[in-house]
């Protein structure tokens, strides 16, 4: 039996019930206080004041992809095209120069051409839906394009025709994002990687064999694309041990706002198109129809209003099977009607705070008119409607107190303004995005609260969440990560 002591444990349950000892025993919490028997601990841990909680996890991002950022050129801090310039010159002695974050500040191919003739060069957006490449990649990919910028099923071609990492570079991968992600105090997370890279066999593949040496509780979305092979090899459906389960088909319904392809009520400024649905909607429903005839549950991709209440009247009309959950991913935008709608189905949203602080107020400048709901998140958690805490990370930093902090303030990184304060989150719920609300989507039971018989994930850090201001969200220290009662990550002074 393990006793940590010297701590603030917070059970979860309301934000007032705080213990101060806690006893575990076979990866799972015995007792508190002074229902813990200290003369009968095999090892104490000593928390020295530190702040205890669940297990955080993110809900939504690609792990495969995380690690592979880490080791990329990265864009996102480029806001001229001089600056970009400047980036990609100090990869020069590269055959093929790929930098992903970028953020379109109106490069196209013949901007790239002026510097770049002889290799190939691919940039891809912030938003991973769309690319800009030189003349050279066009021709390389055997494209024509007037401007080089590509978008939707044109950037997902190219994605899928880039030479694939080896079987034990998608091992070092995961190994570096496992690393990372402990070390910010998550304990697990739900990710889109089947499809990416080296198809479902040696992905999935991968992730059994790194977790057997590094923990992490890793709930794998199929990609619609992959649902195919998933059903032809021999794995089960749900979970497959202690650290890894197969979860919901990943489909996508719309774009993105930034590629002016989400899909929504009123017309982008300026122009005619509403966005779109990537898919086509009949494919799409194709494919539900046939993820239901396996008797599975769906995760969806959509950012749109319209797009929003489309996939709602969709998993409507053809539910998934009793006592499954739907997922919804993202739904920053929103009407009264379609907010009606899904309260009544069974399904959860995966939501990124992050993506308030970088999107706003530049999505404003997109729309002709403003949405109803604008990341609705407080709207969403009145009206009984299960949302989780997520970055989508490499799109955003997997560090879950940047999206408790953008939860709670609602405060844009591009003018410092806060923005619909109506649906900010108080600290303990902001809290429970990752880590309560983040597991509903996991068979692997029962986790989320501290409770005699739940899972000893737990997540400590320096100081209480529930007191910080603001700007001390930037400066919180992970001090330990517990997975399954054992510390994967500990801090260093």
Same mark, same amino acid.
Request: net charge negative; proline share 4%.
């Given at each position: 039996?393990?006793?940590?002591?010297?701590?603030?444990?917070?059970?979860?349950?309301?934000?007032?019930?705080?213990?101060?000892?806690?006893?575990?025993?076979?990866?799972?919490?015995?007792?508190?206080?002074?229902?813990?028997?200290?003369?009968?601990?095999?090892?104490?841990?000593?928390?020295?004041?530190?702040?205890?909680?669940?297990?955080?996890?993110?809900?939504?991002?690609?792990?495969?992809?995380?690690?592979?950022?880490?080791?990329?050129?990265?864009?996102?801090?480029?806001?001229?095209?001089?600056?970009?310039?400047?980036?990609?010159?100090?990869?020069?002695?590269?055959?093929?120069?790929?930098?992903?974050?970028?953020?379109?500040?109106?490069?196209?191919?013949?901007?790239?051409?002026?510097?770049?003739?002889?290799?190939?060069?691919?940039?891809?957006?912030?938003?991973?839906?769309?690319?800009?490449?030189?003349?050279?990649?066009?021709?390389?990919?055997?494209?024509?394009?007037?401007?080089?910028?590509?978008?939707?099923?044109?950037?997902?071609?190219?994605?899928?025709?880039?030479?694939?990492?080896?079987?034990?570079?998608?091992?070092?991968?995961?190994?570096?994002?496992?690393?990372?992600?402990?070390?910010?105090?998550?304990?697990?997370?739900?990710?889109?990687?089947?499809?990416?890279?080296?198809?479902?066999?040696?992905?999935?593949?991968?992730?059994?064999?790194?977790? *057997?040496?590094?923990?992490?509780?890793?709930?794998?979305?199929?990609?619609?694309?992959?649902?195919?092979?998933?059903?032809?090899?021999?794995?089960?459906?749900?979970?497959?041990?202690?650290?890894? %389960?197969?979860?919901?088909?990943?489909?996508?319904?719309?774009?993105?706002?930034?590629?002016?392809?989400?899909?929504?009520?009123?017309?982008?400024?300026?122009?005619?198109?509403?966005?779109?649905?990537?898919?086509?909607?009949?494919?799409?429903?194709?494919?539900?129809?046939?993820?239901?005839?396996?008797?599975?549950?769906?995760?969806?991709?959509?950012?749109?209003?319209?797009?929003? %209440?489309?996939?709602?009247?969709?998993?409507?009309?053809?539910?998934?099977?009793?006592?499954?959950?739907?997922?919804?991913?993202?739904?920053?935008?929103?009407?009264?009607?379609?907010?009606?709608?899904?309260?009544?189905?069974?399904?959860?949203?995966?939501?990124?705070?992050?993506?308030?602080?970088?999107?706003?107020?530049?999505?404003?400048?997109?729309?002709?008119?403003?949405?109803?709901?604008?990341?609705?998140?407080?709207?969403?958690?009145? %009206?009984?409607?299960?949302?989780?805490?997520?970055?989508?990370?490499?799109? *955003?930093?997997?560090?879950?107190?940047?999206?408790?902090?953008?939860?709670?303030?609602?405060?844009?990184?591009?003018?410092?303004?806060?923005?619909?304060?109506?649906?900010?989150?108080?600290?303990?719920?902001?809290?429970?995005?990752?880590?309560?609300?983040?597991?509903?989507?996991?068979?692997?039971?029962?986790?989320?609260?501290?409770?005699?018989?739940?899972?000893?994930?737990?997540?400590?850090?320096?100081?209480?969440?529930?007191?910080?201001?603001?700007?001390?969200?930037?400066?919180?220290?992970?001090?330990?990560?517990?997975?399954?009662?054992?510390?994967?990550?500990?801090?260093?002074?």
């Amino acid at each position: 039996m393990k006793c940590y002591i010297h701590g603030f444990f917070h059970s979860m349950n309301d934000h007032k019930d705080v213990y101060h000892v806690m006893a575990t025993q076979e990866g799972k919490i015995k007792s508190f206080d002074n229902d813990v028997d200290l003369t009968l601990c095999d090892e104490i841990i000593d928390l020295k004041g530190g702040h205890l909680y669940p297990g955080f996890v993110d809900a939504h991002l690609h792990m495969m992809g995380y690690g592979e950022y880490l080791d990329m050129i990265h864009l996102s801090s480029c806001q001229t095209k001089d600056e970009v310039i400047a980036k990609l010159l100090a990869a020069k002695s590269q055959d093929m120069i790929f930098a992903i974050g970028y953020l379109d500040v109106g490069i196209t191919k013949h901007d790239l051409d002026t510097y770049f003739l002889d290799q190939v060069v691919i940039l891809r957006h912030n938003d991973f839906h769309a690319l800009t490449l030189n003349s050279k990649a066009l021709s390389h990919f055997n494209i024509q394009d007037e401007t080089g910028i590509l978008k939707e099923s044109k950037a997902s071609y190219i994605m899928q025709n880039i030479p694939k990492p080896s079987f034990s570079k998608l091992h070092t991968m995961l190994t570096k994002s496992i690393e990372s992600l402990t070390s910010f105090g998550l304990t697990g997370g739900h990710t889109d990687d089947l499809f990416y890279y080296n198809g479902f066999k040696e992905t999935y593949q991968a992730f059994h064999e790194v977790l *057997e040496h590094h923990p992490f509780r890793s709930h794998l979305l199929i990609h619609h694309e992959v649902l195919d092979d998933f059903i032809q090899s021999d794995q089960p459906w749900g979970i497959q041990n202690n650290y890894l %389960e197969l979860g919901a088909i990943k489909m996508f319904y719309d774009g993105t706002m930034s590629s002016k392809t989400a899909l929504m009520y009123h017309p982008y400024q300026g122009e005619k198109t509403h966005g779109e649905v990537v898919m086509g909607y009949a494919q799409f429903t194709d494919v539900l129809k046939k993820v239901r005839s396996f008797g599975l549950s769906a995760a969806i991709h959509v950012i749109g209003d319209k797009g929003l %209440e489309d996939v709602v009247d969709l998993l409507t009309k053809y539910p998934p099977k009793e006592g499954l959950i739907d997922r919804i991913i993202h739904a920053p935008w929103a009407d009264q009607k379609t907010i009606e709608k899904m309260k009544s189905l069974p399904c959860s949203l995966d939501i990124q705070p992050q993506f308030l602080s970088s999107d706003l107020p530049r999505a404003f400048h997109f729309f002709s008119v403003k949405p109803d709901y604008v990341f609705p998140w407080k709207t969403y958690l009145d %009206e009984k409607i299960i949302i989780s805490g997520s970055s989508d990370a490499p799109v *955003e930093i997997p560090n879950p107190f940047l999206g408790m902090k953008d939860a709670i303030f609602r405060r844009s990184n591009q003018d410092h303004k806060t923005y619909e304060t109506q649906e900010a989150l108080s600290h303990f719920e902001a809290i429970k995005l990752y880590a309560t609300y983040a597991h509903a989507q996991s068979s692997l039971q029962p986790r989320g609260y501290l409770k005699p018989g739940y899972l000893a994930d737990f997540t400590v850090c320096d100081r209480d969440i529930e007191t910080l201001k603001e700007e001390e969200f930037h400066d919180i220290n992970v001090i330990m990560t517990i997975i399954d009662d054992h510390i994967v990550y500990k801090l260093t002074r």
